[in-house]
């Protein structure tokens, strides 16, 4: 049995195993796979992997297994609900974790974490793991829904409450793109949230992805709070006026006080015509999936997703509009590419076809509502209501769906690979 290291240290809440002893070996002066060693075995049923022991991990640095297993997210038992977890590592808030010593604490957070709202600053979602995360003292409807993201897990669970918050950056992403002439709409609040985090002139040194879905952050828990809740799902997927309710209710939430559904270039009229009678869209994969309990590779930006960030960066700089980049991010994959999203080949066209998509358009024109379905701006209206199974006998909180197959590849960084996932994702259906 290894003996027990000198120096004491914690681990932090939620932080990962590799994490912790990467920041133990540091302290000590150790290589980190002699300590690994030391701290792990490998998994029952062979293979060269080799996984944290609880046991060991206690003996090495003097600590109860219980109080590292409440910390350590890969020790729990029982082991979380790993679908309720993002599947990547991420920084921990950096006052949250300043007393942690050793380097970087990287944490495996919640879906439902995306502010620290005791120091008020932007954690989520992971992006690039050099960005410093940036404070919202200046923006405080971005703290505060935060606060109101939460309440929502309780009424809706973990469940409903992931695929709303979701889907509501996704109809917040698309419609930062167009333009409005509301001034009230929600987009006018986007724009000032973003001069505050992304000062226009600056884009080279402080554009992320991430603070855009910040500047949209209140407005998705705004929408998400009708899009989880069967009472507005169940007028949604209504006849014509449960549809007008809640379009009603949803542009008022995004400060457009007469919206009407449109049949083209409108998300929310999307998610009425194929999402709103489906149940909650899962994870494409979960920290647990590629790597067992623990592994030994932590997460670290690659060139090609420094580079992004920067193409990124310079398409924002052009229109100071986040829409499009919140949209190609991989925090979206799983509500932008569904279980029975229309077939696509790539993933470019999807993000189009999400608001847009041929099958949709060909749905609505079908529908003998008397609109004018030429034009763009032609009224979107279902005329019956859309049979659902799955609102029918609905409860709250709504389970995590079973996939019809097991397929569930690792979500990809690079734009090419990502292509490939988003064609099979669809070859399922
Ligand atoms: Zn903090």
Redesign the pocket.
């Known amino acids: 049995m290894a003996s027990r290291l000198p120096i004491a240290v914690a681990p932090a809440g939620h932080e990962t195993a590799v994490s912790y002893v990467t920041r133990l070996s540091t302290l000590h002066g150790m290589p980190f796979a002699e300590l690994w060693h030391q701290v792990s075995r490998p998994r029952t049923g062979g293979g060269t992997a080799r996984f944290i022991a609880g046991e060991r991990l206690a003996a090495v640095t003097g600590l109860p297994e219980t109080t590292l297993a409440h910390a350590l997210v890969e020790l729990r038992r029982p082991e979380p609900d790993w679908l309720a977890y993002r599947h990547e590592p991420q920084h921990g808030?950096?006052?949250?974790t300043a007393r942690h010593l050793g380097g970087p604490v990287l944490q495996v957070l919640p879906h439902h974490r995306y502010v620290?709202t005791?120091?008020r600053?932007w954690i989520g979602p992971p992006d690039l793991l050099d960005l410093p995360y940036p404070t919202l003292d200046e923006l405080p409807d971005v703290v505060a829904a935060q606060r109101a993201h939460l309440p929502l897990l309780h009424r809706l669970g973990p469940v409903a409450t992931y695929d709303a918050v979701l889907t509501g950056f996704l109809i917040c992403g698309h419609r930062w793109d167009q333009d409005t002439d509301h001034p009230n709409d929600a987009r006018v609040a986007w724009s000032e949230r973003a001069d505050i985090l992304i000062p226009a002139g600056t884009e080279d040194t402080t554009f992320s992805t991430s603070r855009l879905f910040a500047a949209t952050y209140p407005e998705a828990v705004k929408v998400a709070a009708l899009i989880g809740s069967l009472h507005w799902r169940r007028l949604a997927a209504d006849g014509p006026n449960g549809q007008r309710r809640f379009a009603t209710e949803i542009g008022r939430r995004l400060g457009e006080s007469d919206y009407r559904p449109r049949i083209a270039q409108d998300p929310i009229a999307h998610w009425i015509e194929q999402d709103c009678w489906q149940p909650p869209s899962l994870p494409k994969t979960t920290y647990r999936a590629p790597r067992g309990t623990s592994g030994t590779t932590a997460a670290k930006p690659n060139q090609q997703s420094i580079d992004r960030n920067r193409r990124s960066a310079t398409w924002f700089a052009r229109n100071r509009r986040g829409g499009r980049v919140i949209l190609y991010h991989r925090h979206l994959g799983p509500v932008l590419v569904r279980d029975w999203s229309t077939p696509m080949d790539l993933f470019t066209d999807t993000v189009t076809a999400s608001a847009d998509t041929g099958e949709f358009r060909a749905a609505a024109t079908q529908h003998p509502t008397g609109i004018d379905t030429h034009g763009i701006t032609a009224e979107y209206l279902r005329p019956v209501p859309a049979p659902s199974k799955h609102l029918a006998t609905a409860i709250n909180p709504v389970p995590w769906p079973t996939r019809a197959t097991s397929h569930s590849p690792p979500v990809q960084e690079q734009p090419a690979q990502r292509k490939v996932f988003a064609h099979k994702a669809i070859l399922r259906t």
């Open positions: 808030g950096p006052r949250c620290c005791r120091h600053i």
